[in-house]
Structure formats: structure tokens, C-alpha cells
């Protein structure tokens, strides 16, 4: 078995979108993606993105995806690697490909100085809390990450 990992480029969008699909479906949440394949292309490989993805294939066939961005730690006073998604499909699940796609970003991040890389897990998600565990990650439970989006963030904006 091989696993790949490479950067994504603006063809993968509809492979993209379909692995953010199969994860909010997954994540209980598959009515809530309003992303189009023209969204991805343009918040992922538009000129002004913060936003970078990868693609991990098992043997040569698409297996998952990441999608990442650069944060700040004002403590730290360096750059930080923030995952946004991880995604392996579930017929890919088990061989490994998942800790190789972290195993890579975490490479990203100790080659860009960063001082952090984190990312959120849902709390039912047992499967993915074990396997954080097991690699190393520790949760962050003292800090609760909050959210504003819609008509809240509107509404809040214009206040």
C-alpha cells in the first residue's frame, strides 16, 4: 500500500467539496455545507487565500483531504498551523493514511516556525479523540471556542 500526500490544486475542488461533504455528513451536519465548487476554488487557490488544502490517495486513488491555515500566538510570538479539516473516507480508515496526512502537516509546521498546531475534534467524536491521543495531542479543555455566524455576525457587525 502507498499513501501520497500532495498539495491540491484548483481541479481538485470538486474532490474537495466532496470530501467537506462526506465530513459534515459524518460530523451530523451535511444540510449545513453551502460551499459551491466556484467557493472553493476561489477561497482555496484565489490570490488572496489564507487557506491551504492537500490531498492524501492510497494507492494512487483519492483517499481524504486537509484543509489548513496559518494563526498567530501572541505568546508565543510566532506563526501557528491550524487544521481546519481532516478528512480520510471511511473505506480508507485503518492504513494509516490519517497519521501520515497529520504526520505531514506537523513536518509544515516545525518547517515554518510554528510554535503551535492545533485543531478542534467534536466531543462524541471518540474514534478521532483516541486517535489524537495516541499521537501525542492534548486537549485543550480549559478553552471554549466560541462562534458568531449569519444573521448574528451581521447583526452584531452593524451594532
Known sequence: MS???RPAQAQDAALILHFIKELAVYERAGD???ATEDDIV???????SSGQALICEVDGEPAGYAVYFYSYSTWLAKKGLYLEDLYISPRQR???AG????????RLAVEQ???RFEWSVLDWNQPAIDF?????????A???RYRMEGAALSDFAAG
Open 132 to 140: 489524537y491521543l495516541s499521537i501525542g495531542a492534548k486537549p485543550q
Open 113 to 115: 516556525g510554528c510554535g
Open 42 to 48: 476561489a477561497s482555496l487557490f484565489g490570490a488572496d
Open 32 to 34: 449545513q455545507v453551502a
Open 99 to 106: 497519521k501520515q496526512l497529520l504526520r505531514h502537516l506537523a
Open 94 to 96: 485503518g492504513c494509516g
Open 142 to 144: 480549559e478553552w471554549v
Open 3 to 5: 499513501i501520497h500526500i
